[in-house]
């Protein structure tokens, strides 16, 4: 398929690896990258992953023949915003890279659907492992009291490609801390907090902060106040 011949789509440079497309990134600043996995030198996984870390403006949409959990996973956890396989028609092909550009996920349905069946195998997991929790003498006092104490979870990096500093910053967030206040838990710069909100919030989807306490409770990165741990 020509990608230039798609509507909308105007192609800017190509290359043969992933070192390759790292070095033309910085050179080009392409608003969005067309990456595939299997490449020499550099696999599609880490210039993903160096991209996203140098260049946050562009994001990536993984266009490849393999849709299994070892080539899905830790593309998305490396920063990819899209997912595609190369079966896909060029309407889905323009449809995700317009979605990446204005910020949310652009994945086919297969792997939406993947991606579904990890939430609720991992939702059940956790239930069973609730339910065969300890129930001695004093254990649900402790966990009671445990909860209620501490609001926030574990910090988890990997969700949507979230380094742990940006999952540092978005449990923060959170919690209800300005800007100025994460800059001071961290001791680091206000302009940098914003740098790492704008990030989380172009990998997350998410628009506002509001989103952005909603997708850290949903993702079990903090936890309600008070709320009971069976």
Do not use: W
């Amino acid at each position: 398929m020509l990608l230039g011949l798609l509507a909308g789509v105007e192609v800017v440079g190509s290359a043969r690896d992933g070192e390759e497309a790292v070095a033309l990134t910085a050179e080009l600043a392409p608003d969005v990258v067309l990456m595939d996995l299997r490449m020499p030198r550099c696999d599609g996984v880490e210039a993903t992953r160096r991209i996203r870390e140098r260049h946050p403006g562009t994001e990536i949409v993984v266009l490849t023949t393999y849709a299994d959990d070892d080539s899905l996973f830790p593309a998305l956890r490396a920063g990819a915003r899209g997912y595609l396989t190369k079966d896909a028609s060029g309407e889905e092909i323009v449809r995700a890279l317009r979605d990446v550009t204005d910020g949310r996920a652009g994945l086919s349905p297969t792997v939406q659907r993947r991606l579904l069946e990890q939430l609720l195998e991992r939702a059940e997991g956790a239930e069973r492992a609730g339910l065969s929790g300890g129930t001695g003498p004093g254990t649900a006092d402790s966990a009671d009291s445990a909860a209620t104490e501490a609001t926030a979870g574990p910090v988890v990096p990997g969700a949507d490609g979230l380094t742990e500093r940006e999952t540092e910053v978005l449990v923060l967030v959170a919690d209800g801390l300005s800007n100025q206040e994460i800059a001071g838990r961290l001791r680091i710069s206000t302009a940098t907090v914003k740098t790492h909100i704008n990030n989380l919030f172009a990998k997350t989807g998410v628009r506002d902060r509001a989103q952005a306490v909603r997708y850290a409770y949903q993702h079990g990165l903090v936890r309600a106040p008070g709320r009971r741990v069976t």
